[in-house]
């Protein structure tokens, strides 16, 4: 009965051997924890039983390890001097459980919030001299 349906071959990357071979229809699991961090491609390989090859791949990014976030620099800045950096690195634990400590990163507060509290507390105060004269 399986000689009547497509044959599937899944492939990572440019890896000669299959990760798995399937009869089609099929629901495949791909455990992407065996896979480095950064960018990969899963090649599908399908084979009709007249005997034609059809070739899907789809190119996606693993970001098992631990997170790294930084502020201070961002891709393609342009510096000069002595740049202060803030480097954070968490991992996400597992799906039973959720890391809190560690997990957030601290961050200075916004040139734009700093803005607004002093045009708001130098409108406080005019406001204040102004009308406690009355």
Do not use: C
Not at 17 to 39: H, S
Not at 117 to 128: D, E, Q, R, S
Request: glycine share 6%; charged share 20%; proline share 5%.
């Amino acid at each position: 009965m399986q000689e009547d349906k497509s044959k599937i071959a899944l492939f990572v990357d440019d890896d000669l051997q299959p990760i798995a071979e399937l009869v089609a229809p099929v629901q495949f699991e791909l455990d992407t924890t065996k896979l480095t961090d950064g960018e990969h491609t899963l090649k599908m390989v399908s084979k009709s039983p007249s005997g034609r090859e059809g070739i899907r791949k789809i190119k996606f990014i693993v970001r098992n390890g631990p997170a790294i976030s930084i502020e201070g620099i961002s891709d393609n800045s342009i510096v000069d001097g002595v740049v202060p950096l803030m480097i954070n690195a968490y991992d996400k634990g597992n799906k039973n459980n959720f890391i809190i400590e560690g997990s957030e990163t601290p961050q200075s507060v916004p040139s734009w919030l700093w803005i607004i509290l002093i045009a708001f507390f130098g409108w406080a105060i005019y406001y204040l001299v102004t009308y406690s004269s009355i």
